[in-house]
């Protein structure tokens, strides 16, 4: 294999890691952090406000670690620094 | 027509118009529409208030607004919702509607979808946290917590202050980003109908991120000025016990 091979492979193999591997995290706090909101809501109603604007903090802060893989796969495919060097080399 | 290809990630790679090193991307002129439409709207409606029983329904959503923001922030600071309210209003006002007009379709790019918008506001939330925590409790005081609980934690402490900087950045500008990319996905496999339904969704996910930015500022802004009064409550709880 050449090396633009090999760069576009491992990018888009690394892409797909990267989502999957970044989401399955965050999504397993996610769940926990709804679900222990939701039960705490369901004790105590009248706190709602509070918990309500905790709970989109906390999925905030827990979310934006899914958001950094996406944003590195978004990068390795349409925007690799990489890729681009090679691609110019080749092209000029 | 399509103004931004589906592999460009930035509206700053659109460029507009150029002249020598100037460069007018999509980027620096939808932040100026949402900036006029933002100045305009309010001097429109502050134009004419009024204290009577009849007031515009204008003023009236204006007023809703306002007084949302500042409940929220008289929540979490334990009041001052004086002084923090115009940053924090100025902030929730910028991003929300320039998310919320990427319902319009085709002609508009979110400018919070570029991470050159994204890191100017997190970078002014840098700047905002040490001055509001100094005005509020004196440089000293405000240096202190810094060496809490022992001097080994400085470094955490201003590897915290850069790294929330970061993931404030990197939040607005994936999720729009994002959200903007499903978007020209879903226009590219299933026109017409998934998209729209995407877009009205990109309303409450707007709204949602505006409103996370703001109040994370407030938190951070709140735990660098609220130190001083635990502290100052402590020594009147310690004089109260004394005097008894």
Known sequence: MDTMTVISLASIISAGLCMGFGVFGPGMGQGRAVQGALSAMAQQPDERNALTRTLFVGLAMIESLAIYCFVISMILIFANPFWMYVTKKVGG | ?244
Do not use: C
């Open chain 2, 1 to 244: 027509m399509e103004i931004m290809s589906i592999s460009q990630i930035s509206p700053d790679q659109v460029i507009l118009w150029q002249w020598g090193f100037i460069t007018i991307n999509a980027t620096i002129l939808y932040t100026w529409i949402v900036m006029a439409i933002i100045v305009i709207g309010a001097w429109l409606i502050t134009r004419d208030l009024s204290q009577e029983i009849h007031f515009s329904r204008w003023q009236n959503m204006l007023e809703v607004i306002i007084s949302g923001i500042s409940s929220e922030i008289r929540e979490i600071s334990q009041g001052g919702e004086k002084e923090y309210l115009p940053l924090i209003a100025t902030l929730f006002l910028f991003i929300a509607v320039s998310n919320m007009l990427a319902i319009v379709p085709a002609i508009y790019l979110p400018p919070t979808a570029s991470i050159t918008t994204t890191a100017a506001l997190s970078i002014t939330v840098f700047f905002a946290v040490p001055i509001y925590g100094i005005a509020k409790q004196g440089p000293l005081h405000y240096l202190k917590e810094y060496f809490q609980p022992t001097f080994i934690f400085f470094p955490f402490h201003i590897m915290g202050e850069l790294s929330r900087t970061l993931a404030l950045a990197v939040r607005l500008f994936g999720n729009i980003m994002s959200h903007e990319k499903v978007i020209a996905i879903l226009l590219a496999i299933t026109p017409l109908f998934f998209p729209a339904v995407m877009a009205a969704m990109g309303l409450i996910l707007g709204i949602i991120q505006a409103y996370i930015f703001s109040v994370l500022t407030m938190v951070y802004i709140a735990s660098a000025s609220q130190a001083h009064e635990a502290h100052q409550k402590k020594i009147e709880t310690a004089e109260i016990k004394a005097t008894a």
